[in-house]
């Protein structure tokens, strides 16, 4: 059974860093289209970046040039690193991986409908 956990979850306050860290089980992270969500309270789970089984990354563009996501393939984990936060960056973080053989897309990030394993989730919250 896929398993997806996150962690690095925090407060911080605008400006800061953090990075989160996503380890998977009964999924290689090297094979597959994987991904990182955002879900602040009263809005909608959108994709914020995601990374294909070749290395290729895709960003939403409110984090484009302050985000960046990577794999691990040694200890088999997915992160993102987030630089120059900001408040409207605050919301519950999810890890998310499609099956195998499904595309990972080179201009936008997921969405919701297309991942198929998640996380529980991280929050992150970032002061002004």
């Known amino acids: 059974q896929v398993q997806l956990v996150e962690s690095g979850g925090g407060s911080v306050q605008a400006g800061g860093s953090l990075r989160l860290s996503c380890a998977a089980s009964a999924y290689t992270v090297s094979n597959g289209c994987m991904g990182w969500f955002r879900q602040a309270p009263g809005k909608e789970r959108e994709g914020v970046a995601a990374?294909?089984?070749?290395?290729?990354?895709s960003y939403t563009d409110s984090v484009k040039g302050r985000f960046t996501i990577s794999r691990d393939n040694a200890k088999n984990t997915l992160s993102l690193q987030m630089d120059s936060l900001k408040p409207e960056d605050s919301a519950m973080y999810y890890c998310?991986?499609?099956?195998?053989?499904?595309?990972?897309?080179?201009?936008?990030?997921?969405?919701?409908?297309?991942?198929?394993?998640w996380g529980q989730g991280t929050q992150v919250t970032v002061s002004s």
């Open positions: 990374i294909d089984s070749t290395g290729s990354t």
């Open positions: 998310a991986a499609r099956w195998y053989g499904s595309p990972c897309y080179r201009r936008r990030p997921l969405s919701r409908n297309e991942a198929n394993y």
